[in-house]
């Protein structure tokens, strides 16, 4: 009797806790699960810190129709909106130009350029003029 006793002490004790390989299939799991999910939510950050660059093109340009309306023609110079040249949570810088046909008075592109070594760089610029016209395409 004594000796079964002993016996299940001894195995209880044992089993108390996890063994190595456990703790190993453990890791390599959160390994996987964390290479599967890190571009995906990369992805999803790129994507919602374009929106503010694209809303601060459209708040431009909202601005410059106005500006238009009173005076007949568009503003090269951002403090005439009055507009602040970077986006609202800086990571675009804006620019005003003429479009590529025309003058300011017809037409006005403003171009939302990620800030130079910040975590939009890769994603490029962004366009708007007052015709309407996004560029890039895929990224409106």
């Not at 093109?57 to 309306?69: C, S, W």
């Not at 800030?115 to 015709?131: A, C, F, I, K, Y």
Request: hydrophobic letters at 35%; proline letters at 5%.
């Amino acid at each position: 009797m004594n000796g079964r006793r002993h016996d299940r002490i001894l195995t209880w004790e044992y089993t108390r806790g996890f063994t190595l390989i456990e703790l190993v299939i453990a890791m390599a799991i959160i390994g996987l699960l964390a290479a599967l999910a890190y571009p995906a939510y990369n992805s999803h950050m790129t994507q919602t810190r374009r929106s503010d660059g694209q809303a601060a093109l459209l708040d431009i340009m909202a601005k410059q129709e106005r500006y238009y309306t009173e005076n007949h023609t568009y503003t090269t110079d951002l403090s005439e909106l009055p507009a602040k040249p970077t986006s609202k949570e800086g990571f675009y810088t804006i620019s005003v130009s003429t479009c590529d046909t025309g003058t300011i008075a017809q037409c006005v592109q403003l171009t939302a350029t990620p800030v130079s070594g910040g975590p939009q760089e890769s994603d490029g610029p962004l366009t708007l003029n007052s015709r309407g016209q996004k560029t890039p395409v895929d990224k409106w």
